[in-house]
């Protein structure tokens, strides 16, 4: 009889690493653990995973279509306050959300649960959708080409980065004022990245 594999798509977390380094093995079955970057979309319907991480938000709004390919365990393992998310470049003069009406914000998926708690974080602070023009798009020129939309698109409000062009590449360009990310990109941390949290 064959080995069941249980094969799983997370973000490198460093509570998964006993699992991904094979310290820790499971019984009955092999369990194969794929690190990725950019989350799986569509993670019912895919011929490489049994499972995976998945955003809350995306996975409440199928629930809410009536889908029932994926059965959710909670277990959330993002806890970070999303007033950490938002950056922008060393030199803005960008200091607060309230600042951001009518600027130019990227995000790496609209419909992203951090993203969706990052955009309450400015309406608490007086702006709403419309009160800013959004770009959706990937982080760095490593991470993959997705619709990060997902069906949110409106044009002239929101909308793909132009030309899939990422989008630290486009705030270094001064083409967006601040984008919302839940991980900050390689080197941010250093002196001289350029870049800073809001």
Request: glycine letters at 12%.
């Amino acid at each position: 009889m064959s080995r069941l594999t249980v094969r799983l798509a997370v973000r490198d977390w460093d509570y998964f690493t006993p699992l991904a380094l094979g310290d820790l093995q499971p019984e009955g079955f092999e369990l194969v653990i794929d690190r990725v970057g950019t989350l799986v979309d569509h993670l019912a319907n895919s011929p490489d995973y049994e499972g995976g991480e998945v955003s809350f938000s995306r996975y409440a709004q199928g629930r809410a279509r009536g889908e029932t390919g994926l059965l959710g365990l909670p277990h959330f393992l993002m806890r970070g306050f999303r007033q950490r998310c938002i950056i922008t470049t060393a030199d803005s003069p960008l200091t607060t959300p309230a600042q951001l009406k009518g600027k130019r914000i990227g995000v790496t998926g609209w419909q992203d649960s951090g993203n969706t708690w990052t955009r309450a974080v400015l309406r608490e602070a007086g702006i709403e959708i419309d009160d800013a023009y959004w770009f959706a798009g990937r982080l760095t020129e490593s991470h993959p080409v997705v619709d990060r939309l997902a069906g949110f698109g409106r044009p002239g409000r929101i909308e793909a980065a132009p030309g899939e062009r990422p989008l630290l590449d486009l705030l270094r360009a001064g083409e967006l004022d601040a984008l919302f990310t839940p991980f900050m990109p390689e080197g941010f941390f250093q002196p001289d990245s350029g870049l800073r949290q809001l």
